[in-house]
């Protein structure tokens, strides 16, 4: 599939495959695609933060490609919304523009992020972005992948907001978007499944959860009187 879809309706597709699988242990294995089938929607992703509320199209996360995309989508999309909200209690700001172009991902992303930055037009990916993002993925460390660790944390992106994972996101649809619903995309949305995994596991993170609980939880303390 490539082009941007009519606001209304997809066409039918069935696509039917023999895939290589990623799981977060970095092993691979068989896996048969199920169908694709491309139906009318207007339903959502909720409770999506407010300041990515206005890219929730674009991302995939509302209209017709919500259901489009099938489960496997709209439950990578749900455990984003958890890691987000893991990843926020990093306290990490959004990236500056020069940090943007300084970052080692797809130039595709990171002119995503500078036009959310500078609220500017975007020009699509071409057709060849399901490769690109095929091959940014496939080079990150085993560790990164892994929950329980503390390595997803050192990729600059993780964080929330337009320049953080939500590019992630941004990225799998584009790649079915523009490049087509190919083998490689079924890999990929499992190689970030566990990326938003690893994230919620994060030991920092869940100490910050925790510490926060704890915090709600205790009595405030009485002013002696005098």
Known sequence: MS??????????????????????????????????????????????????????????????DWDAFGHDWQALATLWLRAETSVSKSGRADLTIAEIRSLSIPDEWKEWMTAKLMKTDTNPPSDAFGQVLTEYLSRLPPSVFKAGGKSVMTQVWCRLGRTGIVGLLLCLHWQVEYSGTRPEWKTNLKRVECIFKAIIAHPDLQWAKRSCILSDRAPARKHSQT
């Open 3 to 64: 082009g941007t879809p009519d606001a209304g309706f997809h066409r039918s597709i069935e696509h039917r495959t023999i895939i290589t699988r990623f799981d977060c242990e970095g092993t691979f294995g068989l896996h048969v695609q199920q169908v694709l089938k491309i139906t009318p929607s207007h339903y959502g992703l909720s409770s999506i933060p407010p300041a990515l509320q206005p890219f929730r199209e674009e991302l995939g996360l509302a209209g017709a």
